[in-house]
């Protein structure tokens, strides 16, 4: 694999070259993390002090920092019934591990918040992380994961959002299973229809993938794994910048 680090090198190069030189980050990353009914106390830990460890990974940190001089913007939302979304970490440019950290103690303390409505609405966090990401008009990537643990029951269906009110936005999927001893009263179909949903109705654009989390002690794991894929640069991970997908035949 040593050819890798002069193949990112080179990726990275020739966006810098035709990517519009106002560009100011090379990716808009919006994380959204299921707080629905089904969720519990200690499914909220694991999940957003999850997120708040892989932040922290030694590798993790590496893909951020990759290119420095194009930074990556990341912000973190929750997402439950058809009206709530919160922002749990405002748009924020990682130039640096402290501003990874920061970011990772801004979670750590986050709390949750009292929703009285247990419904899961997929489509409508969709529809609130796309519309995040469109105002990040100067990055040349943007990726929306959606992480959750059963399909959506209330708002409009991920099916019915027309590719046009998407985008060019890439959606990711972070897939947490049903065989958590905290899950045991939730009667989830198997993983694999799970995964099935998520690759029918959410996931959207050229590259788009779901990690799976065996379960909730496995969130931070997975985070980790699909933060490590998604940060790669474009030209790698199979993803073109905007305005490069119809460049060169």
């Known amino acids: 694999m040593n050819w890798l680090r002069p193949a990112l090198a080179a990726a990275i190069l020739w966006v810098s070259v035709s990517a519009p030189a106002a560009a100011a980050c090379r990716q808009a990353l919006a994380l959204a993390l299921d707080v629905s009914g089904s969720v519990d106390a200690l499914e909220y830990r694991l999940q957003i002090d999850g997120v708040a460890n892989a932040l922290r990974d030694p590798e993790v940190e590496a893909a951020f920092l990759m290119f420095p001089e194009t930074p990556v913007r990341l912000m973190v939302f929750e997402w439950s019934a058809r009206g709530h979304q919160r922002k749990v970490v405002p748009w924020t440019i990682v130039s640096s591990e ?43 990537q943007k990726t929306l994961d959606i992480s959750g643990d059963g399909p959506a029951n209330v708002g409009i269906h991920p099916q019915d959002i027309k590719p046009e009110e998407i985008g060019p936005i890439i959606i990711n999927g972070l897939i947490i ?73």
């Open 98 to 140: 402290d501003d990874l950290r920061r970011i990772a103690d801004t979670l750590n303390r986050t709390q949750p918040a009292a929703v009285d409505d247990p419904s899961t609405a997929i489509g409508p966090a969709m529809l609130y992380g796309v519309a995040e990401l469109m105002r990040q008009d100067d990055c040349w």
């Open 177 to 249: 299973g049903p065989d958590s001893p905290a899950n045991i009263n939730k009667n989830r179909h198997n993983l694999k229809s799970l995964l099935a949903y998520y690759e029918s109705y959410i996931l959207r654009g050229f590259g788009s993938f779901a990690e799976v989390a065996v379960d909730y002690a496995d969130f931070q794991t997975a985070m980790r794994r699909k933060l490590i894929r998604e940060l790669q640069p474009a030209a790698v991970s199979g993803v073109l910048p905007e305005g490069l997908a119809n460049q060169g035949g």
